[in-house]
Structure formats: structure tokens, C-alpha cells
Nanobody, 121 residues
Framework: QVQPVESGGGLVQAGGSLRLSCTAS?????CGWFRQAPGKEREFVAA????????DYTESVKGRFTISRDNAKDTVYLQMNSLKPEDTAVYYC?????????????????WGQGTQVTVSS
């Protein structure tokens, strides 16, 4: 059983940075980050392949966020720079047990409990 566990959320001013971490023990392939703001649907943020060689991002975070992974530590990271108030949301880590990138929530098999990110203006 894979249980992703997120950490690293918090409160930051606009323009600041945060790094989220997700530890997911067990055999996983692609991993991703999603977010859900109050009153909105959960949306895809970024995904990374098993090897780390392939990544994808939603348009609004390209150039600001970077997803990476360290398989020796069973950990996936989301480095978030130049944060904006509209990035405020609960961020969820997800893992899949199939090859390839997952760009939608239905592509993932396991989910973490989420970590709050709040960006003040």
C-alpha cells in the first residue's frame, strides 16, 4: 500500500518561495501535484515520471514551479518560486502505479491528505 505524505506548506508573501515534499514509500511510477482552492475543483499542477526525466506543468505555473524526485529517498518535490495569491490552495501529492505521466486526477491511484499553501498579497 502506498501512502503519500506531504509536508512543507505554510504562509508566504507574494513573490516568495516554498518547497513542498511528498514521501511515498512503495513501488510508484509517475507522481504529481494537484491543488484545490476554496470553492474550486481540484486542478493539475505538475507531474513527473518514474525516472524524473519527463515532467509537465499546467500553464499558470510554468517558469515558476519545478517538480523533481529523489527515488533513493522515495520523495517528490515541488519547488514553488514567485508565488502569487492565486496559488493559495491545498496542495495534494498523488502517485500512480503505471508508467508515464498522469495529467488528470483519474490517472492516479494514491493520494496524500494535502498541505495548505497560503500566499498573502
Amino acid at each position: 500500500q502506498v501512502q503519500p505524505v506531504e509536508s512543507g506548506g505554510g504562509l508566504v508573501q507574494a513573490g516568495g518561495s516554498l518547497r513542498l515534499s511528498c514521501t511515498a514509500s512503495g513501488r510508484t511510477f509517475g507522481c504529481g501535484w494537484f491543488r484545490q482552492a476554496p470553492g474550486k475543483e481540484r486542478e493539475f499542477v505538475a507531474a513527473v515520471s518514474r525516472s524524473g526525466g519527463s515532467t509537465d506543468y499546467t500553464e499558470s505555473v510554468k517558469g515558476r514551479f519545478t517538480i523533481s524526485r529523489d527515488n533513493a529517498k522515495d520523495t517528490v518535490y515541488l519547488q514553488m518560486n514567485s508565488l502569487k495569491p492565486e496559488d493559495t490552495a491545498v496542495y495534494y501529492c498523488a502517485a500512480r502505479i503505471r508508467y508515464g505521466l498522469g495529467l488528470s486526477a483519474s490517472a492516479y491511484d494514491y493520494w496524500g491528505q494535502g498541505t495548505q499553501v497560503t500566499v498573502s498579497s
